[in-house]
């Protein structure tokens, strides 16, 4: 994302997607923007 990584909150929402992948393995519906892998 284009955002500034400084910030907690916004770090949070944003890299998400690439570091956590357990995090995501529950985000079914827009999975293709948060990198994870087909359940």
């Known amino acids: ?3 500034v990584r400084d ?3 916004v770090r ?3 890299v ?3 570091r956590d992948t357990l ?3 529950n985000r079914k519906q827009s ?6 892998k087909k359940p």
């Open 31 to 36: 999975r293709s923007r948060y990198g994870a």
């Open 23 to 25: 995090g995501v393995a």
């Open 16 to 18: 998400r997607g690439s």
């Open 12 to 14: 949070y929402q944003v």
């Open 7 to 9: 910030l907690p909150g």
């Open 1 to 3: 994302g284009g955002r």
